[in-house]
């Protein structure tokens, strides 16, 4: 069997573990191993070939895998869905308790319900402005904001 193709298979197995574990590495020692089945292709002895892969691998965990790792680990940049909704300014239409309400939310009615049910005779009354603190199924949890 051709170096070559050694290197190209364990690329491949690499590959494939970085599937699995998620780890940013793996995958990109596959990389240097396929670089590696390149120049070993090219007709690259043995030590060269050996060079090449830590060469490789080497900028590939120095340079690659930080930024990778903080793409990872990064909150996202905007929200999106209802999530995007959490803090906005709402005003109530119909008057909100814990029996239920509607609110208006950027031009859209949302059921609404107080973020604080503790209290059942609590009412926020029609036009007042309220914060959205969370989103429940289709229901807003509001807050009267002072």
Known sequence: MDVWLIWLL?????????????SAALG???GAAAITAAASALGAPVPVQLL???????????????V???HLHSAPAQQFGVDA???RTAHVVREVSSQGGTVRIDGEEWSARPCDPYDPAYVIPTG?????MAIRGATALVYPQE
Request: aromatic letters at 4%; glycine letters at 12%.
């Open 10 to 22: 364990l690329a491949a197995v690499l590959g494939a573990a970085e599937l699995f574990t998620l």
């Open 28 to 30: 990109l020692l596959g």
């Open 52 to 66: 090449v892969f830590l060469a490789g691998s080497a900028a590939a965990m120095g340079l690659v895998r930080p």
């Open 68 to 70: 990778v790792l903080r």
């Open 85 to 87: 909704l959490i803090g």
């Open 128 to 132: 007042a402005t309220v914060s959205v």
